[in-house]
């Protein structure tokens, strides 16, 4: 009953959700992009891959992927690398937002665990950018400005929570 709904959610929001969006002539090539997904979780996203799997152009696959970010549907996460080794070019992992349609459960766990880091990266951000919410929590501004700015408060400051 579940992969029956599931199947009709998917299906309901690429003729509604992703067709609202964009104007795209082969959408079926889409949902099939769209299919492969799951078997693709955290792993390197490789668009080259896709595009020869897919038989379309590097731009339509870059275009679909851009597109299936949008409706909540997958998620990139850029590789965490430092500016000065440039001959290494690392890609993206994708994420599914519904980890339920991951198949392995090595893949689920870890699709679980970055879609969870990534909501409280988000989370985060949005606390530390709105000065009302540290109001709210009890932090001071001495020490949103340190966790804005990425250091670890010191003992004084912590006691000020």
């Known amino acids: 009953m579940h992969r ?12 509604e959700d992703v067709r609202d969006l964009e104007a795209i002539r082969d959408l079926s090539s ?8 799951p078997e693709r ?3 390197p996203l490789s668009l080259n891959a896709l595009r020869e799997d897919l038989e379309v152009s590097h731009r339509a696959v870059t275009h679909w992927v851009d597109i299936l970010d949008r409706p909540y549907y997958a998620v990139r996460v850029p590789p965490f690398t430092s500016k000065r080794v440039r001959s290494l070019r690392k890609m993206p992992k994708a ?6 349609l ?25 606390a530390m950018a709105s000065a009302s919410i540290c109001t709210i929590c009890g932090i001071t501004p001495a020490v949103r400005e ?7 408060p ?8």
């Open 41 to 43: 979780v955290a792993s």
């Open 154 to 161: 010191t003992s004084t400051s912590a006691a000020s929570y």
């Open 95 to 100: 994420h599914l937002w519904d980890w339920t």
């Open 102 to 126: 991951v198949a392995d459960r090595a893949r689920r766990l870890e699709n679980l665990v970055a879609l969870h880091l990534l909501k409280l990266c988000n989370l985060w951000r949005i």
């Open 4 to 15: 029956r709904w599931q199947k009709e959610r998917l299906d309901r929001s690429f003729r």
């Open 146 to 152: 340190t966790l804005v700015a990425g250091v670890a």
């Open 30 to 37: 889409l949902q099939l992009m769209a299919d492969m997904l």
